[in-house]
């Protein structure tokens, strides 16, 4: 089962599914509170993935979680914006499948369209799929490939001029077996980049997937691979 990274996007095909991941519809008011006026992402989100689907001609979305923002409630525009995203894109879709993160926190409350499943983990094949900020569930385990989020990881450089870049990036490489791991099938994880443009990468590894993971290839948006 081959995966199919689209060029130049944060966003991936595998088996007639679209997958992306970390949206965090919410952030731009976070933003606004710094003095920043960002316009409204949940309505480019759907503009964006509705542009992704005619392309690619997928008719099922995977979404690897942290679709809001606010941790742990629910923000006041989220209560509004998470229902109107979902409410437009299931009549687009399908089926959507919803690998639930760390910031989804009560996203069940906010989605009630029959074809919109809210799950830990979710597997296609020997492909598994959840957000990533906790261990592998019995279905997961039995994956040869798994692909997560969480992490929005990014390539950093120094150029010739000592000016520092930093470019959203896709991580592929092995998952070493360490504690609660050691039993697992999983031989392969793949990192997606985060779909909100307006986050910066991590520092370092979250989560007990990736701080096991040992890079083997990075490749930029545009394919690029550098290492």
Request: net charge positive; proline share 4%; aromatic share 8%.
């Given at each position: 089962m081959g995966i199919k990274l689209i060029k130049n996007e944060r966003a991936m095909v595998i088996d007639g599914f679209l997958v992306v991941g970390d949206l965090h519809i919410g952030y731009e008011k976070r933003l606004a509170e710094g003095g920043y006026n960002i316009p409204?992402?949940?309505?480019?989100?759907?503009?964006?993935?509705?542009?992704?689907?005619e392309k690619t001609g997928a008719k099922k979305l995977i979404l690897l979680g942290d679709i809001k923002y606010q941790i742990p409630k629910i923000a006041y525009d989220e209560k509004y914006d998470v229902p109107n995203f979902f409410?437009?894109?299931?009549?687009?879709?399908?089926?959507?499948?919803?690998?639930?993160?760390?910031h989804d926190g009560n996203i069940e409350?906010?989605?009630?369209e029959d074809n919109v499943r809210i799950v830990d983990e979710y597997r296609v094949g020997d492909v598994g799929f959840t957000?990533?900020?906790?261990?592998?569930?019995?279905?997961l385990?039995?994956?040869?490939?798994?692909?997560?989020?969480?992490?929005?990881?990014?390539?950093?450089?120094?150029?010739?001029?000592?000016?520092?870049?930093?470019?959203?990036c896709w991580l592929f490489g092995k998952l070493k077996k360490s504690k609660?791991?050691?039993?697992?099938?999983?031989?392969?994880?793949?990192?997606?980049?985060?779909?909100?443009?307006?986050?910066?990468?991590?520092?370092h590894f979250v989560g007990?997937?990736?701080?096991?993971?040992?890079?083997?290839?990075?490749?930029?948006?545009?394919?690029?691979?550098?290492?």
């Open positions: 409204n992402q949940s309505e480019h989100f759907v503009k964006k993935i509705l542009e992704l689907k409410r437009k894109l299931s009549k687009e879709f399908d089926e959507i499948i919803v690998t639930k993160g760390n409350r906010m989605v009630h957000h990533g900020h906790r261990l592998p569930g019995k279905e385990v039995q994956c040869k490939t798994v692909v997560i989020g969480h992490v929005h990881p990014t390539f950093k450089f120094k150029d010739r001029l000592g000016v520092r870049h930093n470019y959203p609660g791991l050691k039993d697992s099938n999983i031989e392969n994880l793949v990192v997606v980049p985060c779909f909100n443009r307006f986050f910066s990468g991590y520092q007990p997937l990736s701080k096991n993971l040992k890079i083997e290839e990075i490749y930029l948006l545009d394919l690029t691979k550098v290492k």
